[in-house]
């Protein structure tokens, strides 16, 4: 693979996005004022651009797909794997900024800058990505990071909102020392902070963890896990997702999960191939705590948001589980896993905005009584979300547990299957909880459904995905395969 200072194909889709951002600015301070509205208010010409620089972000990176390379003397590489990960991004963005101006226009919260921060939130992600250089992942992360602090503090007149946003930046800042300080620890040992001179390292050194190498391997890994939500660095999710306005949640459900996951990938994939982590163990622990207390945790709840946050957390545990038994099964396991976990996330919490009658952010599991029969076919499509979640075969969600769980079994983690099967039992009762009170209690349901037909639209979008991508595993699996490091 050669290195080149100037392979801008490596980046083409960090281009659009950087050029976009600037031009949805412009466009919002020239056209984000209207006389014909009340408010005085139009972000509608702000809301298409943003939706055509993400398409366009998407048609380039399927035109350079794998053909990127290296560049930038071999700090950032546009292979398959950058452009799997960059096209769950570019999905995710384009669905919620597609279902988001009816909730923003509801809460008084339709401000140009909310399409800014969402495209920031994805250049950094898709630097997380591409990124071969731990500098790169760093800078990536911060950038989506501090997109997400503000974000998830939109909701600027509600203290819960409030609070959501301080939470996240304090607990943020304080995983990113650690980040950072890992970074820096592997810089003293091996004088280089590009990955392949760090994989070259751990496999040509007589004892390639000692001195400070095994402290920074944790401290990147920390650094990781608080933005994958796993347990003991999970402590943010619940009340960040219930205080963030919800098209912010579906969001950060989805999309920077995955790209904590690929910059994970990036670190750790190729060193684990080559001579095996010795703090697998460690894993094992991380991904065991973590499905079960995200399971468990979520039984407990009478609200959706939160629920799905603590579901949130169990599904960290389950990719977990590919990465502590390595191998292009669970890598490619992992890829799988999150192309359709996208769907099933962004999908749930678009429905649930519309079921939430009170407006004021109290998304009550009881508001679902008697859905089915007011709108039977939203209650068809939360099911599908639902099922999918559950690992109910043949949906998107059951085969990605499978790949994941088949490759722990073919590296002999018997044990830590079994406990991954046991917590997806647990997970049946919460998920179908809904189902039931959706067909089998009676209840006001929803009388007149708030004219939202990009809503509408993004969550069949979703169901489609899941079901497609069940039905076809092998094809997603194929790609997935072919686009590991």
Same mark, same amino acid.
């Given at each position: 693979?050669?290195?080149?200072?100037?392979?801008?194909?490596?980046?083409?889709?960090?281009?659009?996005?950087?050029?976009?951002?600037?031009?949805?600015?412009?466009?919002?301070?020239?056209?984000?004022?209207?006389?014909?509205?009340?408010?005085?208010?139009?972000?509608?010409?702000?809301?298409?651009?943003?939706?055509?620089?993400?398409?366009?972000?998407?048609?380039?990176?399927?035109?350079?797909?794998?053909?990127?390379?290296?560049?930038?003397?071999?700090?950032?590489?546009?292979?398959?794997?950058?452009?799997?990960?960059?096209?769950?991004?570019?999905?995710?963005?384009?669905?919620?900024?597609?279902?988001?101006?009816?909730?923003?226009?509801?809460?008084?919260?339709?401000?140009?800058?909310?399409?800014?921060?969402?495209?920031?939130?994805?250049?950094?992600?898709?630097?997380?990505?591409?990124?071969?250089?731990?500098?790169?992942?760093?800078?990536?992360?911060?950038?989506?990071?501090?997109?997400?602090?503000?974000?998830?503090?939109?909701?600027?007149?509600?203290?819960?909102?409030?609070? @959501?946003? *301080?939470?996240?930046?304090?607990?943020? !800042?304080? +995983?990113? #020392?650690?980040?950072?300080?890992? %970074?820096?620890? /592997?810089?003293?040992?091996?004088?280089?902070?590009?990955?392949?001179?760090?994989?070259?390292?751990?496999?040509?050194?007589?004892?390639?963890?000692?001195?400070?190498?095994?402290?920074?391997?944790?401290?990147?890994?920390?650094?990781?896990?608080?933005?994958?939500?796993?347990?003991?660095?999970?402590?943010?999710?619940?009340?960040?997702?219930?205080?963030?306005?919800?098209?912010?949640?579906?969001?950060?459900?989805?999309?920077?999960?995955?790209?904590?996951?690929? @910059?994970? *990938?990036?670190?750790?994939?190729?060193? !684990?191939? +080559?001579? #095996?982590?010795?703090?697998?163990? %460690?894993?094992? /622990?991380?991904?065991?705590?973590?499905?079960?207390?995200?399971?468990?945790?979520?039984?407990?709840?009478?609200?959706?948001?939160?629920?799905?946050?603590?579901?949130?957390?169990?599904?960290?545990?389950?990719?977990?589980?590919?990465?502590?038994?390595?191998?292009?099964?669970?890598?490619?396991?992992?890829?799988?896993?999150?192309?359709?976990?996208?769907?099933?996330?962004?999908?749930?919490?678009?429905?649930?905005?519309?079921?939430?009658?009170?407006?004021?952010?109290?998304?009550?599991?009881?508001?679902?009584?008697?859905?089915?029969?007011?709108?039977?076919?939203?209650?068809? %499509?939360?099911?599908?979300?639902?099922?999918?979640?559950?690992?109910?075969?043949?949906?998107?969600?059951?085969?990605?547990?499978?790949?994941?769980?088949?490759?722990?079994?073919?590296?002999?983690?018997?044990?830590?299957?079994?406990?991954?099967?046991?917590?997806?039992?647990?997970?049946?009762?919460?998920?179908?909880?809904?189902?039931?009170?959706?067909?089998?209690?009676?209840?006001?349901?929803?009388?007149?459904?708030?004219?939202?037909?990009?809503?509408?639209?993004?969550?069949?979008?979703?169901?489609?995905?899941?079901?497609?991508?069940?039905?076809?595993?092998?094809?997603?699996?194929?790609?997935?395969?072919?686009?590991?490091?």
């Amino acid at each position: 693979m050669t290195s080149s200072p100037f392979n801008l194909l490596s980046i083409a889709a960090p281009i659009v996005l950087g050029a976009g951002i600037l031009l949805v600015l412009l466009v919002d301070l020239l056209f984000g004022k209207s006389e014909r509205i009340p408010s005085g208010k139009d972000r509608r010409l702000t809301q298409v651009c943003a939706l055509a620089v993400v398409a366009i972000a998407g048609a380039v990176t399927i035109a350079a797909w794998g053909q990127g390379d290296s560049g930038f003397f071999g700090q950032v590489s546009g292979d398959g794997f950058a452009s799997f990960f960059n096209l769950i991004f570019l999905a995710v963005t384009f669905l919620v900024i597609l279902s988001s101006p009816n909730y923003l226009a509801r809460g008084g919260i339709h401000y140009g800058e909310y399409y800014v921060l969402i495209l920031l939130a994805t250049l950094g992600m898709s630097f997380m990505a591409l990124g071969t250089n731990l500098l790169i992942i760093f800078l990536g992360l911060e950038t989506m990071s501090v997109s997400l602090y503000v974000l998830a503090g939109f909701h600027r007149e509600r203290p819960r909102s409030n609070e @959501a946003s *301080l939470k996240y930046l304090l607990l943020g !800042a304080f +995983s990113t #020392g650690f980040l950072l300080y890992g %970074i820096a620890l /592997v810089y003293g040992q091996t004088g280089s902070l590009n990955l392949s001179d760090f994989a070259a390292y751990l496999q040509n050194a007589a004892n390639p963890f000692a001195g400070y190498m095994g402290i920074a391997l944790a401290l990147l890994l920390i650094g990781l896990a608080f933005k994958m939500a796993a347990v003991p660095f999970h402590f943010w999710s619940p009340d960040v997702y219930d205080g963030a306005p919800t098209p912010v949640t579906a969001f950060m459900s989805a999309a920077p999960k995955a790209a904590a996951f690929a @910059a994970a *990938l990036r670190i750790f994939y190729e060193p !684990a191939m +080559s001579l #095996g982590l010795p703090w697998q163990q %460690i894993l094992w /622990v991380i991904a065991v705590l973590t499905m079960t207390l995200g399971n468990l945790s979520a039984l407990t709840q009478s609200s959706f948001k939160r629920m799905l946050a603590y579901s949130s957390i169990a599904h960290a545990g389950y990719l977990l589980v590919g990465l502590t038994a390595g191998g292009s099964l669970a890598g490619a396991g992992m890829l799988y896993y999150l192309g359709g976990y996208v769907f099933m996330n962004v999908g749930a919490f678009t429905l649930a905005y519309l079921v939430n009658r009170r407006g004021a952010g109290d998304y009550a599991i009881a508001d679902y009584a008697g859905l089915a029969t007011r709108h039977p076919v939203m209650a068809a %499509i939360m099911s599908i979300f639902m099922l999918s979640l559950t690992g109910i075969p043949p949906l998107a969600g059951f085969f990605g547990k499978f790949y994941v769980f088949s490759a722990a079994v073919q590296q002999g983690y018997i044990w830590l299957v079994v406990i991954g099967v046991l917590n997806s039992v647990v997970a049946v009762f919460y998920y179908l909880r809904i189902m039931v009170i959706m067909y089998m209690r009676e209840g006001e349901g929803l009388r007149d459904l708030e004219h939202a037909p990009s809503v509408a639209f993004t969550a069949a979008v979703c169901s489609i995905a899941i079901v497609l991508l069940g039905i076809l595993p092998g094809s997603l699996l194929d790609l997935a395969r072919a686009s590991l490091p």
